[in-house]
């Protein structure tokens, strides 16, 4: 296993809620020397420091303020969260017989059967009472196999085989005991939160696989895990961000939470987040905004559906990516994807000098395709922006699958990103 997916998987396996992955990469950014900032300060930056800001804990963004002069921002967002399911309030179902289910919410669009007969477990934050008048939330990992969602056998349901319909309200409950066991939701989130249960005041846990990362493939092709859409991207944004060498321009990185369920949130990339993190940054530096954020770059990095060989027809004719074949351009005349000529133009020659592969990515013309960061950050804050993704397959399953190669060249890419010394003329033409 290289060492790139080994660091993924560990990346992946350390982060099994959005809250997670910003505890993981606040984590590592803090390792890196960066200071990390509160929203509710005034931020007095120095030149030369390096510095990173969260919200609700599960959106963060990092960035380099440069020693010398710069001209503007270049920005990569990736997402924190993936399709699950959110246990309610009042989340224990007792019964049938002797039977203990949890409530859930399904959160994005997921793919459901491949959630059956898995080990599962749960993830999130709580909320619980310091004292009188005094709450936190706290991070919370059962970090065991504790639940499944048994499918039906084939001799009591002979048309399962059959495109049977799954509704979440009855083929999707978890099972999480036997017996006589009211209370145990909430005293397994308590003793994993380390507190009294009268003192945990509310719950936001999501359901995740417990099953690790892993190679496959004749000749080691292939790497399936947990949440690839979209932890390879911001796994690997982030290493390209911490890689980068910069030439006059601010390298910034975000992680946005909610784009599974259309980034409309504080926290979300249809929020104000990045829009008030600019300013501030700007009015720190002593520079107007408008003039910098025109002259900046943006990658909106989210995984990208690669040719499936079972099912070739659902990929375009002529723009079908292939696992190993390096990054994607995503590119679609709605603009759901943020991609213009210009920024497609950029970002390949970028890569070409960096001798990173790239393709492209168009969807059948009869096929709508899914939207990501891109366009809805743009409507905040409008720059050229590339999507770009990892061409993957099983996209929203619980467990998919991606090339064995293309984490590194993403992280190469990223780096050459970070690294350029982009120019956005005033006549017109471009320097990358
Ligand atoms: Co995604």
Redesign the pocket.
């Known amino acids: 296993m290289s060492d790139t997916n080994r660091r993924l998987f560990d990346f992946i396996r350390r982060s099994p809620s959005p809250f997670h992955v910003v505890q993981t990469i606040a984590q590592r950014l803090t390792a890196a020397g960066y200071v990390p900032l509160l929203e509710t300060a005034a931020w007095q930056l120095r030149p030369g420091g390096s510095y990173f800001v969260t919200r609700n804990g599960s959106s963060l963004i990092a960035f380099r303020l440069p020693e010398a002069a710069w001209r503007g921002f270049l920005l990569t967002a990736a997402?924190s969260d993936s399709p699950t399911f959110q246990v309610k309030e009042n989340g224990e179902l007792h019964g049938p017989e002797d039977y203990l289910r949890l409530n859930t919410d399904p959160y994005g669009g997921m793919l459901m059967a491949p959630w059956l007969d898995r080990p599962l477990s749960l993830a999130g934050r709580v909320v619980v009472r310091l004292e009188e008048g005094a709450v936190a939330a706290r991070l919370v990992d059962l970090d065991r196999d504790l639940l499944v969602i048994p499918s039906v056998a084939i001799h009591l349901n002979r048309e399962a085989n059959k495109g049977a319909a799954l509704d979440p309200r009855t083929d999707l409950i978890p099972l999480l005991g036997q017996g006589d066991a009211r209370g145990t939701l909430k005293q397994l989130a308590s003793q994993a939160a380390g507190v009294a249960e009268a003192d945990l005041l509310s719950t936001e846990l999501f359901l995740y696989l417990r099953q690790p990362g892993t190679v496959l493939g004749a000749k080691g092709e292939f790497i399936a895990a947990p949440r690839l859409?979209?932890l390879q991207c911001a796994f690997g944004c982030l290493e390209g961000f911490l890689q980068g060498r910069e030439q006059g321009c601010l390298p910034l990185y975000a992680v946005f939470d909610n784009?599974e369920v259309g980034s409309a949130t504080k926290q979300g990339a249809d929020g104000t987040f990045l829009s008030d993190v600019l300013r501030r940054v700007c009015a720190a530096a002593g520079r107007e905004l408008a003039p910098t954020v025109a002259a900046s770059l943006m990658l909106s990095a989210?995984?990208a559906h690669a040719v499936h060989p079972n099912h070739p027809e659902y990929a375009d004719a002529g723009n079908r990516p292939r696992l190993n074949g390096g990054v994607v351009i995503k590119r679609t005349a709605s603009q759901r994807y943020a991609t213009d000529g210009l920024s497609a133009a950029l970002f390949a020659e970028l890569c070409r000098r960096a001798g990173v592969p790239v393709q492209y990515l168009t969807n059948r013309s009869d096929l709508p395709g899914g939207s990501?960061l891109g366009n809805i950050a743009n409507t905040h804050v409008s720059l050229p922006t590339v999507d770009i993704g990892l061409p993957q397959l099983a996209m929203h399953s619980v467990y998919e699958t991606a090339g064995a190669a293309d984490t590194d060249y993403l992280i190469r890419a990223v780096a050459a990103f970070y690294s350029a010394a982009y120019r956005c003329g005033g006549d017109g033409t471009y320097r990358i």
Do not use: K, L, S
């Open positions: 997402h859409d979209d784009e989210d995984n990501t």
